[in-house]
């Protein structure tokens, strides 16, 4: 049976940093998770970086944020470290999985499923509760109590939501991608009669896709990195 601590299985080099992808046995999900990590340069061995988790949006992996965003660049100026999970459970092969792209695999709702089908798609509980206490257990370089959530396309969806639910756990919040599903001026709306405070920027011409979130990702790094009092 593979170990409940996280095994590394590649490690690549990048603005001074490492991108770091482990595999770990979840017992939130019943399957094998992986997740990336990047560890931004360190001058001392005692340093503890902040994280900034990031939730991916549909069909995703934890691989499409690190191969595309580019994010790293900020992060290693800035002493974060980003933190990719992968997007649902896997290899559980529960029928119609993978009829759908939006529904089963790679669906990233980071919602706790409740129909017995299901069980196992407990998203909620894996990157809120069960991935921090991992980092925590096995990376004293970490410092997870001072932790930040971002997220594209649905994955925004999903950092709203798990922020919204979680005031004091995570600092500053922002969806990466507000597209018409989002309904976003709904959402500046709640946003206005909750008193909670909203940047919303709209940017003319642009899809929904990494081409986006490359253009703007270093303003979204700096973001949360004052959100984190860096």
């Not at 490492?18 to 997740?35: D, E, I, V, W």
């Not at 992060?75 to 009829?99: H, K, M, Y």
């Not at 409740?114 to 069980?119: F, I």
Request: glycine letters at 8%.
């Amino acid at each position: 049976m593979e170990s409940l601590k996280p095994t590394e299985i590649s490690s690549t080099k990048m603005f001074g940093g490492y991108n770091k992808r482990y595999k770990h046995s979840s017992p939130t999900l019943g399957c094998s998770m992986t997740f990336h990590i990047y560890f931004p340069p360190s001058s001392s061995p005692s340093r503890k970086f902040p994280v900034l988790y990031w939730l991916s949006g549909l069909t995703c992996t934890d691989e499409n944020f690190i191969i595309k965003s580019g994010a790293q660049r900020a992060a290693s100026s800035e002493g974060v470290a980003l933190i990719a999970p992968d997007t649902s459970p896997r290899g559980l092969n529960v029928e119609g999985e993978s009829d759908s792209w939006d529904f089963g695999v790679g669906a990233g709702f980071y919602l706790n499923a409740t129909q017995e089908k299901w069980k196992n798609w407990q998203m909620y509980d894996y990157v809120v509760k069960e991935l921090p206490a991992l980092l925590q257990e096995n990376f004293p370089q970490l410092d997870t109590s001072r932790a930040s959530l971002s997220g594209h396309s649905m994955g925004g969806h999903g950092a709203l939501t798990i922020y919204l639910k979680n005031l004091d756990k995570y600092k500053g919040d922002e969806d990466k991608f507000l597209s018409q599903q989002l309904l976003p001026h709904k959402f500046e709306e709640a946003c206005r009669k909750a008193n909670v405070p909203l940047l919303l920027r709209m940017q003319p011409g642009y899809d929904h896709s990494y081409y986006f979130v490359v253009t703007f990702i270093d303003d979204h790094i700096h973001h949360h990195a004052q959100a984190l009092n860096l």
